[in-house]
């Protein structure tokens, strides 16, 4: 997820895929709002959860955590899990930008601000979806991401003894 959020690797293969494969302007509103582009970036994540899964799996079953740190990676798995699906997802009906505005509406703005959307000028989407996408959307990422960086702290700082150093540097092998 890290190599994600600072490299776009999603946006950078899916336009790819879309522009040299099938054919779209990726530039386009088209392949913006396109199935393809979803499908596309949901299997991308995919391929991303499956490796994840596998390091979830082997520090789970090497009982490397404590309790109270498996909880906090496992919530760091699910709220990338929520985040990236959310984005993968959010132009199936517009629901991101018809969140992104009831949510702008009723608890940013609370009635306090006397803004009309149709003032605002957008880049291609509504001020909702620049809401989801910038305010809601990576502060669940920052969550996530301080909770997995908590964990992986612990565990590379608090081992109790050599038998959990030495199953740490085996899992690597």
């Not at 879309?18 to 396109?34: A, Q």
Request: hydrophobic share 50%; proline share 2%.
């Amino acid at each position: 997820m890290y190599a994600e959020d600072c490299f776009n690797v999603r946006h950078v293969t899916s336009a790819w895929l879309g522009e040299y494969v099938l054919g779209y302007d990726v530039t386009s509103m088209e392949w913006r709002r396109s199935l393809s582009r979803t499908v596309i970036e949901l299997a991308i994540y995919v391929a991303m959860a499956a490796v994840m899964a596998v390091a979830y799996l082997i520090i789970w079953r090497q009982r490397l955590l404590s309790k109270w740190q498996m909880t906090f990676f496992t919530g760091g798995y699910l709220f990338y899990g929520i985040a990236t699906f959310a984005s993968a997802s959010r132009n199936i009906g517009d629901w991101y930008a018809k969140v992104g505005t009831w949510l702008f509406e009723h608890l940013a703005a609370a009635y306090s601000l006397p803004w009309q959307g149709s003032d605002i000028i957008h880049y291609q989407d509504p001020l909702g979806f620049w809401w989801m996408d910038y305010v809601i959307e990576e502060s669940v990422e920052l969550l996530a991401a301080s909770l997995l960086a908590s964990a992986g702290i612990y565990l590379f700082s608090h081992s109790p003894d050599e038998e959990t150093h030495s199953r740490i540097a085996q899992v690597g092998h």
